[in-house]
């Protein structure tokens, strides 16, 4: 097996660069669905595409997402995948090395703008043998580069999964020694960053060519990605059909939920749901704060105010008195990115 598997690495490997040519030229448009749920963005190469198993590790990620109640909308230029997968947009692009998605960065975020990135590349640049000794290097502007477009967004960058051939394997292991030392770095200067033991989650018996996983180790690499985000508040909203920003109405007070309603280059919409708590209130007023210089421009059914960053809304004469469990929405649009959903607080009176 140990001399199959270098012929089979070179083989993908072409494989992946014509893929790549192909991607440049458009193929695999996007459909752009959307949920109205927070704006993911699976960035990558052909494991982010799904090579062998077309959407690969998205269809376990989109399941477990939808089983447990949370919207999430899928962002990119590129879509494929099955049915079962409820929305095939994202950045996996076939053969691309860190360098190749780095030069075209700026602009799917610019368009896209999504709150949390989900980032697992280096893998061509060590099968192509790419200056493999400056790879980490390349993934430390690439994430510079990533969160200078998106402040407010949470990125999770993952180590690359294992490859078959021994020689790969090393140089694998020996870039992703590095990874946990560029996102510690970052995150001290208080980037939102989280590292992903992506290369843990797998072994060789879970890829279907001595490169990409199989089925098996794709629903592995979703569930590593799951258990990722689920650890980090807001990056994936919240179950039961929000997208973060909420709290529960204690007993004689309320409680305030945040939604993204669509985003477009340079603005946004959002809404947010006021509840009572257990008892009836006569009014309420909602503060947050935005940590990417978003701000409000225009808002119905509250009066808003603006105080550079922190936005406070006031009931208006209709909405103001809830009984006991009761809800009302107020909406507005804003200038900024709108992939930040800020945490909420509801005072009654």
Same mark, same amino acid.
């Given at each position: 097996?140990?001399?199959?598997?270098?012929?089979?690495?070179?083989?993908?490997?072409?494989?992946?660069?014509?893929?790549?040519?192909?991607?440049?030229?458009?193929?695999?448009?996007?459909?752009?669905?959307?949920?109205?749920?927070?704006?993911?963005?699976?960035?990558?190469?052909?494991?982010?595409?799904?090579?062998?198993?077309?959407?690969?590790?998205?269809?376990?990620?989109?399941?477990?997402?939808?089983?447990?109640?949370?919207?999430?909308?899928?962002?990119?230029?590129?879509?494929?995948?099955?049915?079962?997968?409820?929305?095939?947009?994202?950045?996996?692009?076939?053969?691309?090395?860190?360098?190749?998605?780095?030069?075209?960065?700026?602009?799917?975020?610019?368009?896209?703008?999504?709150?949390?990135?989900?980032?697992?590349?280096?893998?061509?640049?060590?099968?192509?043998?790419?200056?493999?000794?400056?790879?980490?290097?390349?993934?430390?502007?690439?994430? @510079?580069?990533?969160? &200078? #477009?998106?402040? $407010? !967004?949470?990125?999770? /960058?993952?180590?690359? *999964?294992?490859? +078959?051939?021994? %020689?790969?394997?090393?140089?694998?292991?020996?870039?992703?020694?590095?990874?946990?030392?560029?996102?510690?770095?970052?995150?001290?200067?208080?980037?939102?960053?989280?590292?992903?033991?992506?290369?843990?989650?797998?072994?060789?018996?879970?890829?279907?060519?001595?490169?990409?996983?199989?089925?098996?180790?794709? @629903?592995?690499?979703? &569930? #590593?990605?799951? $258990? !990722?985000?689920?650890? /980090?508040?807001?990056? *994936?909203?919240? +179950?039961?059909? %929000?997208?973060?920003?909420?709290?529960?109405?204690?007993?004689?007070?309320?409680?305030?939920?945040?939604?993204?309603?669509?985003?477009?280059?340079?603005?946004?919409?959002?809404?947010?749901?006021?509840?009572?708590?257990?008892?009836?209130?006569?009014?309420?007023?909602?503060?947050?704060?935005?940590?990417?210089?978003?701000?409000?421009?225009? #808002?119905?059914?509250?009066?808003?105010?603006?105080?550079?960053?922190? *936005?406070?809304?006031?009931?208006? %004469?209709?909405?103001?008195?809830?009984?006991?469990?009761?809800?009302?929405?107020?909406?507005?649009?804003?200038?900024?990115?709108?992939?930040?959903?800020?945490?909420?607080?509801?005072?009654?009176?």
């Amino acid at each position: 097996m140990r001399r199959v598997f270098p012929r089979w690495a070179g083989a993908v490997a072409v494989l992946l660069l014509v893929a790549g040519a192909l991607s440049a030229v458009g193929v695999g448009s996007a459909y752009a669905e959307s949920n109205g749920g927070v704006r993911v963005m699976p960035l990558g190469d052909s494991i982010t595409d799904g090579f062998t198993v077309p959407g690969g590790y998205r269809i376990g990620l989109w399941q477990r997402f939808a089983n447990d109640g949370y919207r999430v909308d899928f962002v990119g230029s590129l879509s494929n995948g099955p049915a079962s997968l409820g929305d095939h947009d994202h950045e996996g692009h076939s053969g691309w090395r860190i360098d190749q998605i780095d030069a075209n960065i700026a602009g799917w975020l610019h368009t896209y703008t999504p709150h949390t990135v989900l980032l697992h590349i280096g893998t061509n640049d060590v099968l192509q043998n790419h200056d493999l000794a400056n790879a980490p290097v390349r993934l430390s502007a690439l994430i @510079d580069h990533i969160t &200078a #477009a998106v402040p $407010s !967004a949470e990125v999770f /960058v993952a180590t690359i *999964i294992p490859l +078959a051939d021994s %020689g790969q394997e090393t140089n694998a292991r020996t870039f992703n020694a590095a990874i946990p030392g560029v996102v510690q770095s970052k995150v001290n200067a208080g980037e939102h960053l989280h590292l992903v033991d992506m290369h843990a989650a797998l072994t060789t018996a879970d890829l279907a060519d001595g490169i990409h996983p199989n089925a098996t180790g794709y @629903d592995k690499m979703a &569930a #590593a990605w799951y $258990s !990722a985000l689920k650890s /980090v508040p807001g990056s *994936i909203g919240d +179950a039961g059909g %929000g997208n973060g920003g909420g709290t529960t109405p204690p007993p004689g007070g309320c409680g305030a939920k945040y939604t993204v309603v669509g985003q477009w280059s340079g603005g946004f919409q959002a809404s947010v749901t006021v509840t009572a708590g257990s008892s009836a209130i006569a009014g309420w007023t909602v503060p947050w704060h935005y940590s990417g210089g978003q701000s409000v421009t225009q #808002a119905w059914n509250a009066t808003v105010n603006s105080s550079g960053s922190t *936005i406070t809304a006031h009931n208006v %004469g209709y909405n103001g008195a809830l009984g006991a469990g009761a809800s009302t929405d107020f909406g507005f649009t804003g200038s900024g990115s709108g992939g930040e959903v800020p945490a909420l607080t509801c005072t009654a009176g």
